[in-house]
Structure formats: structure tokens, C-alpha cells
């Protein structure tokens, strides 16, 4: 598919949970969720901790964050996406109004 892929070698990552550098390994998906968030797979990766067999999602661009930091991140990116919605919404419904001529 991409010709970028991860080599096997362990990422230098840190687990959030037990704060082992170097032992996250990328995770295969095991169910319909995990499939479908592999369209995330640019920003989010599922990351599995050999150490101590943590398992979950992690952005990208960040070698370690901590679980707060990476909620807080993904509450920012669904906050502004609905925000963004709701603007262009409101932008839509006032441009018919005009056209409408109200
Ligand atoms: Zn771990």
C-alpha cells in the first residue's frame, strides 16, 4: 500500500504505562474498530508495549504522551472538527436565508 512502513525494530517510544523506552511495538488490528480506525493511520497508530503488554492508540508525531496529553489532544481535534462543522452549518443556513431573501 505505502511504501513507508515501520521497521521491525522497536520504535524508541515510551509506555504510557509502565514508561519503558523501546519496547512498543506497532499492533495488528484485531477487530472492526481497530479496522476502521486504521483510516486514522497517518495521525493515530495502535501501539502495543512488549514490557508489559499495554495496548492502544498513539499519535504519531509524539514519541511519548502521556495518557491525559493524548486525550486532552484527541478532545481538542473532536472539539474543533464539530466546531467546524457547526460554523460552516450556520455559514450555509444564513447564505440560503439570503438567497431566500429573508
Ligand atoms: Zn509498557
Known amino acids: 500500500m505505502t511504501t513507508f512502513r515501520q521497521r521491525s525494530s522497536p520504535t524508541l517510544r515510551r509506555c504510557p504505562r509502565c514508561k519503558t523506552v523501546g519496547r512498543m511495538y506497532r ?3 484485531r477487530n472492526a474498530f481497530e ?3 486504521k483510516l486514522f493511520s497517518p495521525v493515530l497508530v495502535l501501539y502495543r508495549c512488549h514490557h508489559c503488554n ?6 504519531r508525531r509524539f514519541r ?8 486532552m489532544t484527541l478532545l481538542g481535534i473532536a472539539t474543533g472538527s464539530v466546531a467546524g462543522v457547526a460554523v460552516g452549518w450556520f455559514l450555509l ?7 431566500l431573501g429573508r
Open 93 to 99: 443556513v444564513r447564505f440560503v436565508e439570503l438567497l
Open 54 to 59: 499495554w495496548r492502544g492508540y498513539m499519535f
Open 27 to 29: 499492533s495488528h488490528s
Open 35 to 37: 479496522r476502521f480506525m
Open 64 to 71: 511519548s504522551q502521556s495518557r491525559f496529553a493524548f486525550w
